[in-house]
């Protein structure tokens, strides 16, 4: 339990600046909330079209270039939703987030004595906390394994196409792709998405675009990770000592 409740203390969120300490029931993760919300919205505006059949040698790329970003837009979904659910543990931990080990299993004790019930204690909420992310975290683990492979891949594929992908991207008013990958507008139909997905430098940027955006998603839950592992670290070596 204790170390289940160190662990939980580097969820206060990445992006929080707007919340109150004084009040548990306040969301502490709105500045989170909107970054993660909006590269969701790029992800779902870039898409996951698969399968698509371009050309043989590159389709298996492209195909998995899609599958990764969808699978990572998913992750995505469920590390908003433990936010989201644990709304309380957030504001705690955000409140106590200057606080050492043992000035936080202090101010948990205190809180719960203060409860009038069980619902309403933090301490099995931080630990339910926990173990409802180590789940998200092992499916991100997993995609970053698949990411390395095919951005290795990318490299090499948009360098053996670099003309066809200079073509597309030269396509571009203020700076930005005219394709019906990138743009939203009414205009591009499911007929225009189609004739786009035969062409290869278009298909190549998108699923660069893909890669990349499952990269800043995971880039985002493994900084939490990594800040689990460093901290239960550092109380095995205070265990050790003690």
């Known amino acids: 339990m204790k170390k289940a409740i160190l662990s939980a203390l ?23 909330n909107a970054a993660v919300a909006e590269l969701t919205t790029r992800m779902d505006t870039l898409g996951y079209f698969h399968p698509v059949t371009v050309q043989v040698g590159i389709d298996e790329f492209l195909n998995m270039s899609a599958i990764i970003l969808e699978r990572q ?5 469920e590390y908003r939703t433990q936010t989201d659910n644990y709304r309380d543990v957030q504001a705690f931990l955000y409140a106590h987030q200057k606080s050492t080990p043992e000035q936080l299993q202090a101010a948990i ?5 203060g409860a009038k019930n069980k619902d309403e204690e ?6 339910a906390y ?19 492979v095919e951005i290795a891949k990318s490299a090499y594929i948009l360098s053996q196409y670099s003309t066809a992908v200079a073509q597309a991207t030269a396509i571009n008013v203020g700076g930005k792709y005219v394709t ?14 189609e004739d786009d997905s035969k062409d290869i430098g278009t298909a190549l ?3 660069k675009d893909q890669l990349a955006l499952a990269l800043e998603a995971n880039d985002i839950i493994e900084l939490e990770q990594a800040t689990i592992t ?8 205070q265990e050790a000592k003690g």
């Open 180 to 193: 019906s990958w990138l743009s939203s507008d009414e205009e591009n139909t499911d007929s225009a998405k």
């Open 73 to 77: 837009r998913k992750v995505m979904g």
């Open 230 to 237: 460093a901290i239960n670290e550092l109380q095995l070596e």
């Open 10 to 32: 580097i969820f206060a969120p990445l992006f929080a600046g707007c919340v109150s300490t004084t009040d548990t029931n306040t969301s502490a993760n709105l500045d989170r």
């Open 130 to 148: 926990n173990l409802a992310n180590e789940g998200i975290y092992q499916q991100n683990v997993a995609l970053a394994t698949d990411l390395t």
């Open 122 to 127: 933090i301490g099995h909420k931080i630990a």
């Open 109 to 113: 004790a205190e809180f719960d004595a």
């Open 205 to 207: 940027i998108k699923a």
